[in-house]
């Protein structure tokens, strides 16, 4: 079945630092979505991403959909302390089943 | 506008119990999604509902159950509730299906003793 790979599990960085998650599918996805989880909270939408080689940007963060729709990456410049939580991809799939990553755990040392 | 909405926020069940978790969506949204979340791990895909009727359903098993009111409510069901079940559960709704933004409320833990 469809499945969506998210590598690294977990990252370490510097305050100031880049960090990079990339969400790898099996199959071509339709769209992908990005949320972000902080600790303790609820996943939050982050953007979504529908065509091929799409790049969408939101100040820090560089969204990227890959030319075969198979594989997306989320890229943060400079990292804050903000940034810390987990970052997920999710694929609604055929609707039937939806597919979330197991996310980006992002730790921020000041 | 308020946002999604799940209650209770805390629940202790027993091993054999069952237990019935409420979510109420956006204004205006009607789908609803139920997901499982075990601490360290990304939320597991429980039902969909859209306009009343399940979209999708997930690999677990028939212990858990769903449904949505005329209202767009909605309410999952755990009966012979397992250690197992302790997680996380998260409801999220948006405006047609989940090929567009979902809105997640704060989720219900569930501990099982």
């Known amino acids: 079945g469809q499945q969506v790979m998210q590598i690294p599990q977990y990252q370490h960085v510097q305050e100031g630092e880049d960090f990079t998650t990339y969400c790898n599918s099996s199959t071509t996805l339709s769209n992908i979505q990005w949320y972000k989880q902080r600790p303790g909270g609820h996943p939050v939408f982050l953007i979504q991403l529908v065509k091929s080689g799409e790049v969408k940007k939101q100040k820090r963060l560089t969204f990227q959909f890959g030319e075969a729709k198979k594989n997306s990456s989320l890229h943060i410049t400079a990292t804050q302390t903000t940034d810390v939580g987990t970052y997920f991809c999710?694929?609604?799939?055929?609707?039937?089943?939806?597919?979330w990553g197991l996310g980006t755990s992002l730790a921020v040392n000041p | 506008d308020a946002g999604v909405t799940q209650s209770p926020t805390h629940l202790i069940k027993t091993r054999g119990q069952h237990v019935t978790l409420r979510c109420s969506p956006i204004?205006?949204?009607?789908?609803v999604s139920w997901y499982q979340q075990v601490l360290g791990q990304g939320p597991q895909f429980i039902f969909q509902y859209y306009e009343k009727e399940e979209r999708g359903r997930g690999n677990f098993p028939d212990r858990f159950s769903a449904r949505q009111f005329p209202n767009y409510s909605s309410e999952l069901n755990v009966n012979a509730l397992l250690l197992g079940d302790s997680a996380l559960y998260l409801c999220a709704s948006s405006f047609m299906d989940s090929n567009q933004p979902q809105h997640f409320g704060d989720g219900t833990r569930l501990s099982i003793l």
């Open positions: 204004s205006g949204h009607k789908s």
């Open positions: 999710f694929n609604a799939g055929n609707n039937r089943k939806l597919i």
